[in-house]
């Protein structure tokens, strides 16, 4: 029973260096999320995707991309990393499309641009 | 812009005292609003949810208020403990945006 995936729970990045965050979820979701959470406040969206072969942007998508690779998996690429992008990040899914169809949330990756 | 927000960033009770956590909202549109609690390392958790057609809702030792007027929820927390010492986020979803949106928390800490 192990909900939503994420890895990895922690890393440290150079400035322009490229890497992929993998979220996995075992709950057969259709829609998955991703989230940026900075200090001081809530969390905001980077992308999501309502089903697969879809993706669309969010709130804060500039500096990323996304890849919806199957059912199960929903990861985030950052290319060019860059100090504001250090956060922390969540992945969520959701079973159905509304609002009584509740969010179940990874327990985040913590990322550093130095 | 709309967005959902929070009065305060920082409460601190007694245990045993009750909690209220407000939240205003903007976006009249909302048809659904949520609680989560996030403690620290983990992920947001479900609280409990209140459609916009009610004013309440009870679970267990919480309540969510609902005041469309005013636009205004608030999460009532019954005979707080330590293990209640979180961030509480509220969150408000809209049929048109297909998402939710988030406050930015309020941080409660529970004093034994």
């Known amino acids: 029973n192990a909900g939503v995936t994420q890895t990895p729970k922690f890393q440290v990045l150079k400035t322009g260096q490229s890497m992929t965050l993998q979220c996995a979820q075992d709950m057969n979701h259709n829609s998955m999320y991703w989230y940026r959470q900075d200090p001081g406040m809530g969390l905001r969206l980077i992308y999501y995707?309502?089903?697969?072969?879809?993706?669309d942007k969010g709130e804060v998508p500039n500096g990323y991309n996304v890849s919806r690779l199957n059912k199960r998996e929903f990861s985030l690429r950052l290319e060019s990393a860059a100090p504001s992008q250090t956060s922390v990040y969540f992945c969520a899914s959701q079973s159905g499309t509304g609002g009584d169809y509740g969010y179940t949330f990874g327990s985040g990756t913590r990322l550093t641009v130095v | 812009g709309e967005s959902v927000g929070l009065h305060l960033p920082t409460l601190s009770v007694q245990e045993g005292d009750n909690s209220i956590i407000n939240c205003a909202y903007s976006?009249?549109?909302?048809?659904?609003f949520i609680w989560y609690k996030q403690e620290s390392g983990k992920g947001p958790q479900f609280i409990i949810d209140i459609r916009s057609n009610m004013d309440k809702r009870q679970g267990q030792r919480v309540t969510v208020l609902l005041n469309k007027t005013v636009k205004h929820l608030s999460l009532q927390i019954a005979a707080t403990q330590p293990g209640d010492s979180a961030v509480y986020f509220c969150a408000e979803w809209v049929a048109s945006g297909s998402r939710l949106t988030f406050g930015e928390g309020t941080q409660l800490t529970v004093n034994p």
């Open positions: 976006n009249s549109a909302s048809d659904y």
């Open positions: 995707s309502a089903s697969e072969g879809t993706t």
